[in-house]
């Protein structure tokens, strides 16, 4: 069998590269022929490019250099690059020689390296997470065995403190774990016809005492149409609830009121909670439901702290992902100052 031409075997490579990007150039790095996916790169018709210098198509140095190594060295030259509308797609790159040129093989990592940045970033957040409590238990439990407080008072006051401390790390690690769950999608929901009052009721009930100690009345909306249920697992849903409340209670001020309530919107039901708190900034209304996403922590009275638990960031994260596996969703109507009212909303159960 003869050897293929380079025309030859870049026909065959683009046949089979599916998305990849590939293109042939000649000795000099111009143009010889380029796929349909290198045109929508170059932002110009494919056809057009032939002909063009390598850089002058795709402006990319790191690019160049690629060919150009391949060519000087006569082997397959490897590495990637940042291409397309301003740069913002990554590739890997494969330079591959030929006779009388190169083809070159582009694939698109833009998605990969995306995920491998969130990924750093939830590390790194969970890392600063624990870090906080941790340095503080460290730093109390010092102090207690040096024997520097001897003070009965302040013993108690310090074993306090290392408890508060250990019940958010707790807390912290019930919630990764809860959303790591969720968000893996290995939640099997125990779907069933509830009355949202019921929902409701059971919402207030385990609110009551915390609001209570931090001085927040909790009120019950008037109950709408007694025949509307809801189709959603009551344990989730509760869940999702609960965590509403818990913000609402925790950024209302002293003496706030806090109303839970539930309404039929079309085919969904959706259970809502209001405050008159001090509600969320504009700049951050858009990111609030993201894991780890909080406004500033110093918003919250750290003296009231013990009962709320800390404030990680990941409860509207989790509220928003029972939401979704629900075939529901979250929102919010808030305003600085003035207050809040965070919603879910799940199917409404046929009749
Ligand atoms: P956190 O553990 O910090 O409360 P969440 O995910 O529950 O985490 O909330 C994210 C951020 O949204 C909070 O840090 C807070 O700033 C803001 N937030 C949530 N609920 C309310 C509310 N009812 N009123 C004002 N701000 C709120």
Known sequence: MSEPTPAEAFAALLARRGDDLVVLVDDFLRIASAGPEAGVLAERDADSLRGMSLIAAFGSAALDGLARRAISAGVVASGEADLGHLNARRFAVDAVPVRGGLVLSLHDISALRRIERVRRDFVANIGHELRTPLTSIKLLAETLSSGAVDDPATMRDFSTQVEREADHLAQLVDELLDLSTIESGATTLSLEALDPEEVVASCLERIGPVAERRDVRVVRLPRRDASVRAWADPARLGQALLNLAHNAVKY????GEVRIGWEPIGDRVRFSVADDGIGVPDAHKERIFERFYKVDRSRVRQKDDTQLGGSAGLGL???????????????????????????????????
Do not use: L, Q
């Open 317 to 351: 994260a989790i509220v928003r992902h029972i939401a979704e596996a629900h075939g529901g969703e979250v929102g919010m109507a808030t305003e600085e100052g003035v207050g809040s009212t965070f919603w879910i909303e799940v199917p409404r159960a046929g009749d």
């Open 252 to 255: 209302s001020h002293h003496g």
